[in-house]
């Protein structure tokens, strides 16, 4: 076989143990989650070659990979926020189409929420105060403030209202009730969403992630090593990348994610339309970004998410797209960069492993044929976008 001619496939996923864990490192948690991963797919560790990480604090690969007990000799350590995973995962998979490596491991832990309990502070809210965002750190601009000003945009601009910004948390809920890994199961209403404390207008707390400690792994070979592990593989179809800016002054429109770009390479070179899309598993730190990544995917036209997501589309039950069918960032998990997240709960589906809240393919029938895992970092910064199906291409 010629380098650069080989599939690549999804052979093992795994999440470490997420939600409180007060007892763990982030280093435990990195070994939780790749050792899982490794026991899913049925592969020994020596045949893993290739390996990716990246996280909130001063973990490096380096570091990390001696700790799991790997000498790898491909490495990434790729950091564009939480888009960072499907960024990894394209990387991985061009390495090994192009013989570089035969199997990538992709891991991440954290102990997010642990650390806040305890008082110590890990991460940031920015890419850093220096350079040209030393000019927006002073006045208190962080994250959730310029996801909020971008939000207000998007509503003066197209007429989007609070109340379908709120039913986008709705069905999060109702998606997590289906998994019994997800942090918070209870069901909410938009008057539930809308009467929280205000975090920054217009997000009140509920169009917030949680913060959440955890971890997850995910393992992609080349398609030679796919008959002999212990699951179906889920193909790698198409990828794309895109970063946009860092400092405010420099996005040209606030309407608009770097999703626009990522997920038209993605489809293009996966040789599909949004239509055919099963489900989608979207990064929502805050309700806008699954508003404003559905439109910039492509599932609807720009200005019309609002109206899109309004009418319990995105619901596993009787939804026309599941979207974040484990509960997503909003209610199941967030330990911060959460785009290995979405891959692993993709996978899960493509294999129909969810449980009950297993998506089926459009029209009924077995489990979905096609999905995407689309990541966004720092605050619309970045974007990967992957599809993934199960059949090979």
């Known amino acids: 076989m010629t380098p650069g001619s080989r599939n690549v496939a999804v052979i093992g996923v795994a999440l470490s143990d997420c939600g409180r864990v007060d007892d763990a490192t982030p280093y435990a948690l990195h070994a ?19 390996f990716a990480s990246a996280g909130l604090g001063t973990l490096a690969p380096v ?4 700790y799991l007990g790997l000498r ?27 013989g570089h490596a035969n199997a990538v491991l992709l891991v991440y832990g954290s102990t997010a929420r642990a650390d806040i309990r305890a008082g110590r502070r890990t991460g940031t809210l920015s890419f850093g105060s220096r350079g040209p965002l030393q000019f927006e750190v002073p006045y ?20 989007t209202t609070i109340e379908q910004l709120a039913s986008v ?5 109702a998606n997590a009730a289906l998994n019994p890994e997800a942090m918070f199961r209870d069901p909410v209403t938009v008057e539930d969403v809308m009467a929280g404390p205000m975090i920054a207008d217009p997000f009140t707390k509920l169009h917030c992630c949680l ?40 996005w040209p429109d606030f309407t608009v994610s770097p999703a626009a770009v990522s997920g038209r390479l993605a489809f293009s070179r996966a040789g599909v339309r949004p239509d055919d899309i099963d489900f989608a598993e979207i990064y929502d730190a ?16 720009k200005g019309e998410g609002g109206a899109f997501v309004e009418k319990g589309r995105l619901l596993v039950e009787g939804g026309e797209l599941p979207v974040n069918t484990d509960g997503g960032g909003l209610s199941a998990q967030h330990p911060g960069m959460r785009g290995l997240f979405l891959l692993v709960e993709a996978v899960r589906q493509l294999r129909g492993e969810a449980g009950a809240r297993q998506v089926r393919r459009r029209g009924g029938g077995g489990p979905p044929e096609l999905g995407v895992a689309s990541g966004t970092g720092g605050w619309f910064c970045s974007s990967g976008t992957v599809v993934l199906g199960r059949a090979c291409p």
């Open 211 to 250: 913060r959440s400690d955890g971890g997850a792994a995910v393992l992609l070979a080349a398609e030679e090593y796919v008959q002999d592990c212990r699951t179906a593989p889920v193909w790698i179809l198409g990828t794309g990348e895109h970063v946009s800016h860092s400092s405010m002054s420099e």
């Open 63 to 66: 570091e990390v990979a001696e």
């Open 72 to 98: 790898p000799t491909w490495v990434d350590s790729t950091s564009v926020g939480g888009s960072t995973w499907e960024v990894m995962a394209a990387h991985a998979a061009d390495a090994i189409a192009a």
């Open 32 to 50: 939780q989650a790749a050792r899982r991963a490794l026991a899913d797919a049925g592969l020994d560790r020596s045949l893993v070659d290739g």
């Open 140 to 159: 208190g601009h962080t994250l959730i403030a310029k996801y909020a000003m971008a939000a207000r945009r998007h509503m003066l601009e197209h007429g």
């Open 286 to 301: 805050f309700t806008y970004m699954t508003l404003v990544t559905l439109e910039d995917l492509g599932f609807c036209g």
């Open 169 to 173: 948390a709705v069905q999060a809920r």
